[in-house]
Each structure stands twice: as structure tokens, then as C-alpha cells.
């Protein structure tokens, strides 16, 4: 029997992503997990692909911009299970000092149990002053 992810290991995952504890975060991604950024050369932004190289990519989140929560986190799974959506609002400090503040959600696809596509979609907004 193939386990189910659910809405609290969505919310488990954010709160790790608020905590900076890449361990934890990773838990619930497949090894061949695909992540699609929200910016980019291309219309679905950059694409990042595999485990290993995601994790890397939520670091450098947090090495450029120390203080980043994903605030007033909420997450969905389909019927089905094999759906799951998370909505939050970003709020970051940006490397030179200015503010920002936007709301987006992730779209994921889940597998066995596992995000096996993690879709990052938010507003876009300039950024604010500190």
C-alpha cells in the first residue's frame, strides 16, 4: 500500500522552509523530484530537477535572503491524492535592502506519497523600501 501525503505534511514541509532545516524540508520529495522556479529564462521560469539540486537551490533562498518566511501558509491534497496546493505570502529582505512581500502558491503533483512536481507561482510586485 503506497502512503498518502496529506495537507499537515504540506504544512510540516512550509514549516520547515520557515525554519531553514533542509533535512526536513526534503522529506516528502521524490529523488526525481522536478522543481519549477518563479523566475527564469523561460515561461515556466528555470526548471531544477532532481533531489539533490533542489535542496541546493531552497539554500541559496536562504543564503541570499536570510530572514525569508513563507507566512500565513495553507495547503489543499486533491480527493485523489494526487494533487496538493500550498498558499502562503513571501516576505523577504532582498540582498540590497529593499523589502518584499507578494503572495503565490505552489502547485504539486504527488506520487506514492512524495512531490514529484513542485510549480511556484507568485505575484509580482516591486520591491519596497525597508
Known sequence: MSKTLTADDLKATFDAFNRHAIEDVMTHFAED???FTVAGDHAYGNKVEGREAIAKAFQGVWTAMPDVQWADHE??????????????????????????????????????????????????RPPVAA
Open 75 to 124: 495547503h489543499f491534497i486533491s480527493e485523489d491524492g494526487s494533487r496538493g496546493v500550498s498558499q502562503w505570502t513571501f516576505k523577504a529582505t532582498n540582498p540590497d535592502g529593499t523589502r518584499i512581500e507578494v503572495q503565490g502558491v505552489d502547485l504539486f503533483r504527488i506520487r506514492d506519497g512524495k512531490i514529484v512536481e513542485k510549480q511556484a507561482i507568485r505575484k509580482q
Open 33 to 35: 523530484c522536478v522543481f
